[in-house]
Nanobody
Framework: QVQLVESGGGLVQAGGSLRLTCAAS????????MRWFRQAPGKEREFVAA????????NYADSVKGRFTISRANAENTVYLQMNSLKPEDTAVYYC???????????????????WGQGTQVTVSS
């Protein structure tokens, strides 16, 4: 089973940028669709972005579209989330998820499946 470790979170002012990294081990990384979810205090975990195993398909939540970019480096078993123009409402713990296979938008947005990392805190101050 794949193990995931997120890094890159921190405190940033509104309008700033952060790049999250998720390093995978223990599985065949190039066969996993990779997703980012986030969870703010008192709220449910929500989908942020996804990328197919090939990297050719990406999908974003409306709230981050145009500001966040997901990418992957299969040779390095790593997926990234570049976050620009950050807003206070982006404050949350961000989780990386690996799900074997592929599917349509709903498949990528379903949080009921896959392996999870421990999360990294992102705090955006106003």
């Amino acid at each position: 089973q794949v193990q995931l470790v997120e890094s890159g979170g921190g405190l940033v002012q509104a309008g700033g940028s952060l790049r999250l990294t998720c390093a995978a081990s223990g599985g065949t990384f190039s066969t996993y669709g990779m997703r980012w979810f986030r969870q703010a205090p008192g709220k449910e975990r929500e989908f942020v972005a996804a990328i197919s195993y090939s990297g050719l398909y990406t999908n974003y939540a409306d709230s981050v579209k145009g500001r966040f970019t997901i990418s992957r480096a299969n040779a390095e078993n790593t997926v990234y989330l570049q976050m620009n123009s950050l807003k206070p409402e982006d404050t949350a713990v961000y989780y990386c998820n690996a799900r074997a296979g592929t599917g349509g938008s709903s498949w990528y947005r379903n949080a009921d499946f896959g392996s999870w990392g421990q999360g990294t805190q992102v705090t955006v101050s106003s």
